[in-house]
Structures are given as C-alpha cells and as structure tokens.
C-alpha cells in the first residue's frame, strides 16, 4: 500500500468521526412535538416477559418476548410492510420531494445492523379493519442462531374507549405476533 492510499484512508476514518447521525440537523426538528403520553420511556422491554401484559393507565400492552424461527432481516421486512414503518432515507426523501416539513415522533428509532438487529419504534396504524386509530409501535428484533429473539411493545390512547377495548388489543397483539412466524 503505498502513503497516498494510507493518507486517503486515514482521512475518510478521521471524517467519519465527525459523523452527524441527524443529518446536519435535518433529523433533529426543534418542536413541541413530546413523546405520546402513553409511551413510558425507560421501562421497555423488561429483563423477563412470560406473559402478556397491559397497563390501563398507560394504555401500553408488551408482548411476552418471542423466540422466532424466522431470521432478523425477514422480520425488519415483514414490519416495515405491515405497519409502514419509515427508514431514515425514506423520511429524508419525503422531505426533500414531497413535504420539507414532515416531523417525525420525538421517540422515533430505526436502528438497523443487517443479520443481526433491528430497533423500530414510531407511530403507525393499527391496521385494524374499520378502526383508524394510531398506535405508538416499538419493535426489536435480535439475531439467534438460526432465528430471532424479538420484543414488541404498543401503546394506543387510553382514553379512546374503541382503541383500548380488550378486543382491539387482542386484535392488535395478533396482527403484532403474524410477523414472527413460527
């Protein structure tokens, strides 16, 4: 190798570490946009999950953690067709050819490390058939072996009597688990 490329090299290391994960700012809107009062930040996905459980208060339900035969990248894919969850690059393109004002949730993720591990958190659909209710949606999805490991956590207004009726949280929690496969 000779100094020219070690030079070249060094350089595009040395840049990266300036890397600016919210684009130069266009990621990080300054609003008055807070986290939906229903997500309780810090107190996802406990250590142990055996059981569904659902907290009225805060109208979240988390899902028992889920070992899927189903591989990581299969699972990112199922999520993102389902519930129409949006990739850093998808937002950042809408922005610059359809709406430059589009906001995203203050809690918004979308972590990825191909083959390995997904974290997607926003606000998405229900997809329930005659409800048009919003839910806050947190995903992740862990490689193991052949499969995953994965967590879910939704949340949906606690005041809206349709939405936190047992039977759309059933319905929700079943539309959830269709993408772990078996």
Not at 3 to 12: K, Q
Not at 104 to 121: I, P
Request: include cysteine; aromatic fraction near 10%; charge should be neutral.
């Amino acid at each position: 190798m000779n100094i020219a490329a070690i030079g070249f090299i060094a350089m595009n290391i040395s840049a990266c570490t300036g890397f600016d994960p919210s684009l130069n700012g266009l990621l990080n809107i300054d609003t008055n946009i807070a986290m939906p009062s229903q997500v309780r930040p810090g107190n996802l996905y406990p250590d142990k999950i055996s059981a569904t459980t659902y907290s009225k208060e805060s109208g979240c339900t988390v899902l028992p953690i889920h070992k899927s035969s189903v591989d990581v990248d299969t699972l990112y894919g199922r999520a993102m067709a389902r519930f129409g969850f949006k990739s850093l690059e998808q937002i950042t393109f809408y922005r610059k050819m359809v709406d430059r004002t589009y906001l995203v949730d203050q809690g918004y993720k979308h972590e990825k490390q191909s083959g390995a591990f997904y974290h997607l958190a926003q606000t998405v659909s229900s997809g329930i058939s005659g409800k048009s209710g919003a839910m806050w949606l947190e995903l992740t999805f862990s490689k193991n072996g052949s499969g995953s490991d994965v967590t879910a956590e939704f949340c949906i207004d606690a005041g809206d009597p349709v939405m936190s009726s047992n039977n759309i949280r059933q319905q929700i929690s079943a539309r959830i688990q269709e993408i772990f496969g078996t």
